[in-house]
């Protein structure tokens, strides 16, 4: 199986910054997408980036120019740097991976890690 380790959550005010990183492990030879979700209570999980495994990126529009993706291929890793936080921007953050074996594709998610904005 796979499992993700997320970790860089945490309090910040309003303005400032911060850096999470997900490792992916377990049985798996390359890894496609890698991305953040984010979920606040009471909303669906909303996609925030995305990086495929060539390096392109996709980002949700409430972000764009704020966070950046990136990925660490030989070390199965995806960053989320987070600039200029706002308090909308709090949520429970979530990394996903997906899988290919065969000829499907498998999704697996992290545990979460808390970001909370402080006005």
């Known amino acids: 199986q796979v499992q993700l380790v997320e970790s860089g959550g945490g309090l910040v005010q309003a303005g400032g910054s911060l850096r999470l990183s997900c490792v992916a492990s377990?049985?798996?030879?390359?890894?496609?997408?890698m991305g953040w979700y984010r979920q606040t209570p009471g909303k669906q999980r909303e996609l925030v980036a995305v990086?495929?495994?060539?390096?392109?990126?996709n980002y949700a529009d409430s972000v764009k120019g704020r966070f950046t993706i990136s990925r660490d291929n030989v070390k199965n890793l995806v960053y989320l740097q987070m600039n200029s936080l706002k308090p909308e921007d709090t949520a429970v953050y979530y990394c996903?991976?997906?899988?290919?074996?065969?000829?499907?594709?498998?999704?697996?998610w992290g545990q979460g890690t808390q970001v909370t904005v402080s006005s």
């Open positions: 377990g049985s798996f030879s390359s890894i496609n997408a």
């Open positions: 990086i495929t495994s060539g390096g392109s990126t």
């Open positions: 996903n991976v997906k899988i290919p074996r065969r000829s499907a594709e498998y999704t697996y």
